[in-house]
């Protein structure tokens, strides 16, 4: 099954991940089902009940990405049942990182929501985060986009990442390196698939990460593992004897994450497998909320041959810029108590003098006040026989709204191992290159 995360196709299909998008701040995930399992029976197949109204899964299924569906008037049997209890538990998990308490009163009298509509969207990491059910703190798009970037994950990749948590930037890091479907066409050419490996330690989340990457379309493209990386590594399987999983990059968001080092290395000293790619450069990334944790983490990387290490806090906001609306009055002078409403209302106000005028209309139209700095503007001394035309003061505000939990990630590299053979082919490859 193709994953709506990675080839959403141009419809929704039934068992596709959907985001039921509410409003701006409330969108709900769910996986469309054509026939309802705990209520089986329903013509209608599964309905999301949301403030808004109810939507049965059948007015969602085969309409196109984007429409706008509108709740459903006929009674669809579901309508003033309280959901069962899986259900009830999904769709309020859902709503719980929004605005749950509203959600689950609606849901306990959904006869009583306002109707209205919602708009289908299929998910992308960046919705995913902002819509999934919190099991753990999360890492957020501003801080997952930058250390992909950094980690140069790319198309054939195989990022390992500890722990999955929520597994938000296990979506992101799929996307990264996604190159075609294993069981799919571009299985059959010999080009390398992208992959993560993804561990977690604790039994419930590891098992619920599965869950998801099962209903997301996202098998064979995600190995998830219960497994406690201090201890046991990274091999894939058996901890001793398992498969690497020949990773070009390794993403640690782990309380400690220097007591999972000294598995990231060349020779492992147990004499077992590294889980690095041997023909390539390993990137790595450690996310730790505090410098301490971030010292101990520097120590050793530089003990275990790691290089360009450097350590950088995403600090996201958005900045809103704006010039400030600034008065003119006769004179032209800045910060006079006549705000006029326009240019030419301000322009008019110029024109007691003919010749000021002329002189203001021949500027403007140059363009040559306009290109004026700010500096240039207010250091026109008042008795120039210029006209001012004001820009105004740039002014900035930050939006609170973003959604980050910043921490400081530390980068390094692990340059790839270089023996004798390697050197021979080399040579072999490029003989003139003595
Ligand atoms: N990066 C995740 C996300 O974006 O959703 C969040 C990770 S959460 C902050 C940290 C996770 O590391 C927790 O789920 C925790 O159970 C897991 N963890 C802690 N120690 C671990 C260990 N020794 N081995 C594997 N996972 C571990």
Redesign the pocket.
């Known amino acids: 099954m193709p994953s709506p995360f990675l080839t959403p196709g141009s419809h929704a299909q039934a068992d596709d991940v959907a985001l039921l998008h509410l409003r701006r701040d409330q969108t709900i995930p769910t996986i469309l089902r054509a026939t309802d399992n705990e209520n089986s029976g329903y013509k209608e197949g599964k309905v999301s009940n949301t403030r808004f109204g109810s939507f049965p899964h059948s007015t969602l299924i085969n309409q196109p990405w984007g429409s706008q569906i509108v709740a459903s008037k006929v009674d669809t049997g579901s309508r003033g049942r309280k959901p069962s209890n899986k259900r009830k538990a999904e769709e309020l998990e859902a709503s719980a990182t929004t605005t749950g308490a509203e959600d689950s009163s609606s849901l306990k009298k959904p006869e009583a929501a306002a109707s209205g509509f919602l708009h289908l969207t299929y998910p992308t990491p960046e919705s995913w ?1 902002l819509s ?1 059910p919190h ?5 957020y798009t501003p801080d ?1 986009s930058y250390i992909l970037h950094r980690l140069r994950a790319r198309p054939g990749g195989t990022v390992i ?10 979506h992101a890091a799929v996307r990264a390196v996604f190159n075609g479907y294993p069981n799919g066409a571009s299985a059959t050419k010999k080009r390398r698939l992208g992959k993560v490996c993804s ?4 039994e419930q ?1 590891a098992a619920r990460v599965k869950e998801e990457i099962s209903e997301h379309g996202l098998d064979g493209l995600v190995e998830v593992t219960h ?5 046991d590594g990274f091999l894939l399987g058996d901890p001793k004897t398992g498969q690497s999983p020949k990773a070009t990059a390794i ?1 640690l ?4 994450p220097w ?2 080092l000294k598995h990231l290395v060349r020779k492992p000293a147990s004499g077992i497998e590294s889980p690095l790619d041997p023909s390539s450069t390993a990137y790595l990334c450690t ?1 730790s909320p505090c410098l301490e944790q971030v010292e101990r983490t520097v120590r050793l990387m530089r003990q275990l041959g790691w290089l360009d290490i450097s350590m950088v806090e995403v600090n996201h906001h958005r900045i809103d810029v704006k010039r400030e609306r600034i008065g003119l009055d006769c004179e032209g002078v800045r910060g006079a108590t006549v705000y006029p409403k326009s240019v030419d209302e301000a322009l008019s106000k110029l024109l007691t003098d003919d010749e000021r005028a002329k002189r203001l209309r021949l500027a403007h139209l140059q363009g040559t006040r306009a290109n004026r700095t700010e500096e240039d503007t207010t250091s026109t001394p008042k008795d120039q026989n210029v006209p001012t035309y004001n820009l105004g003061r740039l002014v900035h505000r930050t939006e609170s709204e973003i959604k980050t939990h910043t921490s400081y990630l530390v980068f390094a590299i692990l340059p790839r191992d270089w023996s004798e053979e390697d050197e021979k082919k080399c040579r072999q490859q490029w003989p003139s290159d003595k």
């Open positions: 985060t999934l099991r753990t703190q999360v890492v997952y990442e500890a722990g999955a948590g929520s597994g938000s930037f296990t561990f977690e330690f604790h989340r497994r406690d990386v201090y201890e993403f968001d782990l309380p400690a007591l999972a996310f």
